[in-house]
């Protein structure tokens, strides 16, 4: 709470509601406090007497903020004669919020800016006025394959400008939130002094619908995310017409920020509206009048706006001033606003803020597209209208140079006093915005006593799930690496054995401990710290995934290489959070995800959708993504190796593994002589049997056909070959990408007897790499819904229980031999 400055006033107050409780009660009191509580005013939260002195030149920030809404258009209409096309009328809604901040607020040094995916056209043609791309770059705006600009934010196809991709809507504001809480995490572990960063995240009203967009907004509030500012573009429209058309999506999102704990700034109206808002009762009626209504007050005339909005009012202007104020007077159109706003934002301490800035969509291109439902799908403006925007924005292009069948681009010359202001700005504030800056260097490599324990094998049954626990425990333990790891887990750690951990790395909390924990006499307390290493996210596989590419690429964020591994059911993964693993992908992040209680049959007693057979299918869609289903827990140890190795080593490669680990325990074997290539590139020869037939299997399965082998040999004399696959995915990347003989070729060449492969997953897994196999093939798998049962009814009934694995390879084998 801030400081009471009028303690006597407050008394007043709490004795005049104290008298209502007492007369006719608390309920009649809650409901008083309700009413103050959410009948927020429709007007700005700083008033124009309010506003802070602005600190640049107004004059020529406009003549800059005319030539990027030039450009930004000029640039999606060029594209459009080749039919593909952009976005005009968000970024035109939203230049001055991001030009404010370009030029006072953006520090290039340590700030993070997640721009509005849409509005990208207009940031690419700042940086063209600042020098940073070329017209002829401008030119290929959605034209990747001949080296031109992507249309969207993505860091994977311009890894030196972009730093978040943000189109995919929802994930940007997510994604936003647990940066910021992950700059507070660096600083409190003491990593890195976060103290100054500040996170902006550029979003629009109609975003707002996408779950993920609010998800994690009572985590930002709890944990006094103070270093966080949500920049929200209401301009009242989203693809298709208004984002509320019967309500107000300003006091909807002003409601529910509110309620979240956040600190909420109102930037609606224009300077031109301080008169008007004179009148209690207009301020009353705009508070009430649907957005659907409001987006046609800003395309009518004033005669109309007068007769709908002002009808038993004086409005002491004329029509012509009412259409103008009415229908184009809004805060996020004015600089000073916005940089009221914005200072109000970052002023704040204690919890995060949003501004919800008002905005008319597709400000300045003219009355054909501003307001209009139809203005996102609007692509290109005509000559005309050109002109029109021309003589709007006061830019010195002639109509000769718009007689042409396309606009030309504008920009006032190197040495022109605007270019000079937006570097000079620039320099101030810590170099460009947006910008990628990789001060990369490798870590060292960890000691081999980590993985030679794996390697011994253990006759006691482990799960390869505990397996890799004890790996990352002994690898925290590591001196110069250990406190880089970044355990992730979605409040199942004692699920996957890892409460071991909680005395020893702790729990991450900004709060520390407050509490004396109901198990703090046990030796594995839950123990929480402001120092804690570990992010038990609670129930949450967006957040967890979210934490996870913010400590995944904070090599690139803050020149510090740390390694997450983030541990969650695999069911939850790819199928319910793979948007965000693409966009990882997109961010170039790197780390390990472990998808573990894997399988269609391990995990039974969950059943239909939530048994996991084709998580590795899908990651195999993934370009960034090495996935790996190892069987043993040696294989674990020999892949988590070499990832650290190509991630964090001299190289350091923009890829991130997934690795699939079971619950269900077996004995571990010692590691065989020499297998280690074989591992990493996705396949070996586990125990020979006489080669009859060859066995192929990944994770559990390599039990069912082991046990298979033995039954084959005991029961009909048929020896077979077992062979242990890590990564179906790999050895397929290998073959269409190999200009000699495929590994998997090489690997099974002189192996005359069909070829069964099976696995815990759905047969598209292994299918895979069938079209690389020479000799006659087979898979099983567990195709179709999962169902509850024990593990054997299970595996028997989607046949891939040891008795059908024989029963395939005798068909197998009799079909071979005829």
Not at 395 to 403: K, R, T, V
Not at 642 to 661: I, K, P, S
Request: hydrophobic share 40%.
């Amino acid at each position: 709470m801030e400081t009471d400055w009028d303690p006597q006033e407050t008394a007043e107050w709490l004795e005049s509601l104290e008298a209502v409780r007492r007369e006719a009660g608390p309920d009649r009191a809650e409901f008083l406090l309700r009413r103050l509580a959410t009948s927020s005013r429709y007007v700005n939260t700083v008033p124009t007497e309010d506003e802070p002195e602005y600190p640049g030149d107004l004059e020529l920030e406009e003549r800059i903020a005319a030539y990027d809404r030039w450009n930004a258009a000029a640039m999606i209409t060029r594209g459009s004669k080749l039919g593909l096309g952009g976005h005009l009328s968000t970024y035109a809604s939203a230049a001055w919020l991001y030009e404010v901040g370009f030029n006072h607020f953006f520090h290039g040094e340590h700030d993070q800016v997640y721009f509005q995916g849409h509005a990208s056209p207009g940031i690419y043609a700042r940086a063209f006025l600042e020098g940073r791309l070329s017209e002829q770059q401008l030119d290929l705006f959605r034209r990747e394959p001949e080296g031109g600009l992507p249309s969207y934010p993505h860091p994977r196809a311009m890894p030196g400008f972009w730093q978040f991709p943000t189109v995919s809507m929802g994930l940007g504001p997510l994604n936003a939130v647990y940066q910021a809480r992950f700059n507070r995490y660096l600083h409190n572990r003491g990593i890195k002094d976060t103290s100054a960063s500040h996170v902006w995240a550029f979003l629009g009203d109609g975003e707002m619908d996408e779950p993920e967009a609010t998800a994690a907004l009572t985590l930002a509030a709890r944990e006094g995310l103070d270093n966080l500012t949500f920049v929200i573009n209401c301009n009242l429209q989203r693809l298709d017409g208004p984002v509320r058309s019967n309500t107000r999506i300003v006091q909807e999102l002003e409601g529910v920020f509110r309620g979240a704990g956040w600190n909420v700034v109102k930037a609606l109206w224009g300077r031109d509206w301080d008169l008007l808002l004179q009148d209690d009762e207009l301020v009353a009626r705009l508070a009430e009048v649907p957005d659907g209504q409001f987006q046609t007050f800003a395309a009518s005339s004033g005669e109309y706006i007068r007769e709908k909005l002002f009808h038993g009012l004086k409005a002491p202007v004329s029509d012509e001033e009412l259409r103008r104020i009415v229908g184009g007077s809004r805060a996020g159109h004015e600089p000073r606003k916005v940089y009221a706003a914005y200072r109000r934002a970052v002023d704040h301490k204690g919890a995060p803020t949003v501004i919800l800035a008002q905005t008319v969509k597709g400000w300045t291109l003219g009355a054909g597209v501003e307001a209009r439902n139809a203005n996102h799908q609007m692509k290109k403006l005509s000559q005309d209208e050109f002109r029109a925007l021309r003589d709007r924005l006061g830019l010195p292009i002639s109509d000769e140079a718009l007689s042409g069948e396309l606009p030309p681009y504008a920009h006032p010359g190197p040495d022109s006093p605007e270019v000079q202001y937006v570097l000079e700005r620039r320099r101030a504030l810590g170099g460009p915005v947006p910008a990628r800056k990789v001060s990369y260097h490798p870590l060292p490599v960890p000691a081999d006593r980590n993985f030679a324990k794996l390697a011994k094998g253990s006759q006691q049954p482990v799960a390869t799930t505990m397996a890799l626990v004890r790996l990352l425990k002994d690898l925290m333990r590591e001196p110069e690496t250990g406190r880089r790891w970044v355990p992730i887990v979605p409040d199942e750690a004692r699920t996957f054995g890892m409460e071991s951990l909680f005395p020893s790395a702790k729990i991450y909390s900004p709060l520390g401990q407050r509490y004396d924990a109901v198990d703090r006499d046990l030796l594995l307390a839950y123990t929480e710290s402001t120092e804690g290493q570990i992010l038990l996210e609670g129930i949450t596989e967006a957040g967890s995934m979210a934490s996870f590419t913010a400590a995944a690429t904070s090599y690139a964020t803050h020149g510090e290489p740390m390694i997450p591994l983030y541990i969650f059911y695999s069911m939850f993964g790819w199928q319910r959070t793979g948007d965000q693993m693409w966009a990882l992908a997109d961010q170039l992040g790197r780390g390990f995800l472990i998808g573990a209680t894997a399988g269609r049959t391990t995990m039974t007693g969950e059943g239909l959708q939530h048994a996991d057979g084709h998580s590795q299918l899908l990651a195999s869609a993934n370009p960034a993504c090495l996935a790996y289903d190892p069987a043993f827990a040696y294989e674990i140890g020999v892949i988590v190796r070499e990832g650290l190795r190509r991630m964090y080593g001299e190289q350091g490669e923009d890829v991130f593994y997934y690795l699939t680990v079971y619950n269900e325990p077996k004995p571990q074997p010692a590691m065989p002589e020499g297998v280690e290539e074989g591992i990493i590139k996705g396949m070996y020869r586990f125990r020979e049997g006489g080669g009859q037939a060859h066995l192929l299997a990944s994770g559990t399965a390599i039990h069912w056909v082991l046990a298979a082998q033995d039954l084959l040999r005991e029961e009909y004399g048929i020896g077979v070959d077992v062979w242990s696959v890590t990564s179906w995915s790999e050895l397929r990347r290998d073959a269409m990408t190999a200009t000699g003989v495929p590994y998997v070729q090489e690997a099974l060449a002189g192996a005359n007897g069909p070829v069964i492969a099976v696995s815990d997953w759905m047969r598209a897994v292994p299918d895979q790499i069938a079209p690389w196999v020479r000799q006659p093939w087979t898979s099983l798998g567990t195709d179709g819904f999962g169902l509850s049962g024990t593990r054997e009814s299970v595996r028997e009934h989607f046949g891939v229980d040891p008795r059908s694995i024989a029963d395939a390879v005798l068909k197998a084998v009799q079909g071979n031999a005829s």
